[in-house]
């Protein structure tokens, strides 16, 4: 049984890029680049809550990073460095050597430096603190939406909820969407290039990890605005409409801008060969009211909207 320090070094300490001091001293030293803000943020995957004691342990470290990657992608923020504090039942190294190969991998990708952590014996559960970098002032944030913005969000909402539906056995998929659907659920892409090119041009932004409803609802709530929404699906109620509206986990953003940034936002989904959809807009009313509608403009009545974890 390798210690817990043979561990720490073997599997999370990596060397670092951008960095003074990392793994190995009893705290971390960064040099920020000069006159930028730091924007901080930190999320825990809990086992049995936010995945299965099964689960593949590659994936499982791709997505707990991603999932806080993705928060500074919501921020407009430059992701840096990251901690990572790891609770494991056992010393088990196939087990930690796969998680670390998909956590670095998503390090990697994003140009992360892990700088630090914490490493203990208990039921699995990760918690990772992340920092990334703004110009002063223009971070994005949920509090921005103003009556007449467009609502946009970026790729296909719904479908890791959908790969979950399947592997649960509630639905059956087919090839290609099943592959596609799988994908979002276990490798989800932080969409850190569509964060950053939206300073200057979104009002309000918020990553999907609660459902698109749920989350509107936080940007709605915090701007003190109402929506009406236009989904371009049945009304009649069906799995696909439940999971793109109140599905969770996707790690898109969804954002409101001016209608005079309509030909910007056009033309980041462009270059960015990401889709963005225009899925309704904001108005003054009643903060955090959702009018939703098919593009028939019927009215669609909605269950639930999205996951809440003491709801
Ligand atoms: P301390 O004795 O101060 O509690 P630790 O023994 O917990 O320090 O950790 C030793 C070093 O390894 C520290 O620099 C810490 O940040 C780093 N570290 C511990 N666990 C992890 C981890 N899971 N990932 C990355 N770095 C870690
Ligand atoms: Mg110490």
Known sequence: MPSEFELIDRYFNRPTAHTTLGVGDDGAIIRPSPGME???????????????????PE???????????????????????????AALPAATESW??????????????????????????????????????VPPGSALLRSGAQPGDQIWVSGRPGRAALGLAHMQGRTVLH??????CLAALHRPQPRVTLG???????????DVSDGLLADL??????????AKLAINMSPEPSLDRECYLAGGDDYELLFTSP????????A??????????????????EAGQIDLRDADGQPIEIGHSGYDHFG
């Open 38 to 56: 730091l924007v901080i943020s930190t999320d825990m995957l809990v086992v049995g809550t936010h995945f299965l004691s099964d689960a593949d």
């Open 59 to 85: 994936a499982l470290g791709w997505k707990t990073l991603a999932v806080n990657v993705s928060d500074m992608a919501a921020m407009g923020a430059q992701p840096r460095w990251a901690l990572l504090a």
């Open 96 to 133: 930690i050597e796969k998680f670390s190969r998909g956590f670095f991998c998503c390090a990697d990708v994003f140009g992360i430096d892990v700088i630090g952590g914490d490493t203990t014996k208990g039921p699995r559960n990760f918690c990772v603190t992340i920092l990334g970098e």
């Open 175 to 180: 090839e290609p969407v099943l592959g596609e």
């Open 196 to 206: 950053l090119s939206l300073r200057g041009i979104a009002n309000a932004t918020i």
């Open 217 to 226: 609802g936080h940007i709605l709530k915090s701007s003190g605005v109402a």
């Open 259 to 266: 209608p005079s940034r309509h030909a910007d936002v056009a």
């Open 268 to 285: 980041l989904s462009a270059s960015l060969s990401l889709a963005l959809t225009c899925i309704g807009n904001v108005e003054a009313g």
